[in-house]
């Protein structure tokens, strides 16, 4: 008996997910294994937030919510992108979900008909093709370079787009690889979709408060505002003030892509944990202290990971704009034999190299749409760990002939 539907068959488990679990397994077996392939920041939900969480669940806040999210998260959320992107959405105009994955799930299955196509640079958070497979759509995966940072042309953009195009996935700054786009990049990009109005746009922008240096982050809907009509952007708590597990996303829109995602999850989830919601409220409107101490925390984990990586000539890591995760360029590998003379014939097989013999788990680039060999490394763990593990791939780069 086949149980799965076609719906289903559509799509891959995450890779992300894959490579985590069988770090676990290892670990679980008594290995010492430094897990570097989970996008989640190590540290604690900030004390405030818990805090909420607890007088909220005090306060019996513990029954159904509106489908679209508790009136003073949507509030709260209304008034962080006036304050941080100067984007006017009004209550009605935010969507609350069961964190950014379920939101963007929300969007595309609630708009895209069989055929529809979507564009995806590549490489792409792992799950945005799959999403959009599994509503019928057709992902349409532009491969950007090495050379411009990982980032989207105009060019491209303007040769991606046809009759059927439907959405834009834009994720600034990005995940895997870091990059983020600049306000005259954004600017560049909007020229584009001007000249095509058919075309939906979503900003990912769950990364938007881990940028480093002198990098200014920057929404399209913000500098571009006549786009904000046919503009979902989205966000959520998890990355920004450590709250993984709690599952908020949130987005901005126009109310009748709004309404139609809101009549979705009135028949999905109904509505996020209620708990979850109100301690959301706190993120927004409390203290921003965390944000801050966070970001000088993955600012100086980035520069170790940099300085150890670059160091050796089989590697090559660019300097990412923002997120926590590098993007290092692994084609000198490729053809090697580990050290057990096994053949590294490809960007999977060193990860799983890498997991075996180094005891360090990354997430091949071929997961994320990428044509040329890499992985993603997470620096979302602590100094001490990252200095090992980083040691660890050095010394089996070297290892290998």
Not at 22 to 32: M, W
Not at 90 to 112: D, E, H, R
Request: some cysteine; aromatic content about 8%; overall charge negative.
């Amino acid at each position: 008996m086949k149980f799965a539907s076609d719906a289903l068959d559509r799509i891959a488990p995450s890779a992300t997910i894959m490579m985590s679990q069988k770090a676990r397994e290892l670990k679980g077996r008594g290995r010492d294994i430094k897990s570097l392939s989970v996008g989640e920041p190590d540290f604690d939900t900030p004390q405030n937030i818990k805090d909420a969480a607890k007088d909220a669940i005090d306060r019996g806040e513990t029954k159904y919510t509106n489908t679209n999210g508790i009136p003073e998260l949507r509030e709260a959320i209304a008034a962080k992108f006036r304050r941080d992107n100067g984007l006017d959405y009004t209550p009605s105009q935010i969507m609350v979900g069961t964190g950014g994955k379920n939101v963007i799930f929300n969007a595309f299955i609630a708009t895209l008909n069989p055929g529809d196509e979507v564009i995806v640079p590549a490489p792409y958070w792992v799950s945005y093709p799959d999403i959009v497979r599994f509503a019928g759509g057709m992902p349409i995966v532009v491969q950007t370079s090495f050379e411009n940072s990982y980032k989207l042309t105009p060019e491209l953009l303007e040769t991606a787009i046809t009759a059927r195009t439907k959405w834009f996935v834009l994720n600034s700054p990005s995940n895997p690889t870091g990059s983020a786009y600049s306000k005259a990049e954004l600017l560049a990009l909007a020229e584009v979709l001007d000249r095509h109005p058919h075309v939906l746009i979503l900003s990912d922008d769950i990364y938007e408060h881990l940028t480093y240096g002198d990098f200014e982050f920057s929404t399209i809907a913000q500098v571009a505002p006549q786009l904000i009509e046919r503009t979902l952007t989205m966000n959520g708590v998890s990355k920004a003030y450590a709250m993984t597990g709690w599952r908020i996303g949130y987005a901005g829109g126009p109310t009748g892509l709004i309404d139609c995602m809101e009549k979705l999850q009135s028949q999905q989830t109904s509505h996020a944990c209620s708990i979850a919601q109100w301690a959301s409220v706190e993120a927004l409107n409390g203290p921003q202290d965390y944000i801050s101490a966070a970001r000088q925390a993955f600012a100086e984990r980035r520069e170790i990971v940099l300085n150890i990586l670059n160091d050796i000539e089989q590697l090559q890591c660019p300097r990412p704009e923002g997120a926590f995760y590098v993007f290092p360029s692994c084609g000198e590998m490729m053809g090697c034999k580990t050290p057990d003379g096994a053949m590294i014939e490809n960007d999977l097989s060193l990860a799983m190299a890498l997991l075996e013999h180094a005891g360090v788990a990354v997430v091949p680039g071929s997961a994320f749409g990428a044509q040329t060999p890499s992985f993603r490394l997470s620096y979302a763990a602590s100094n001490a760990d990252l200095i090992e593990a980083c040691g660890r791939i050095v010394d089996f780069c070297k290892a290998c002939r």
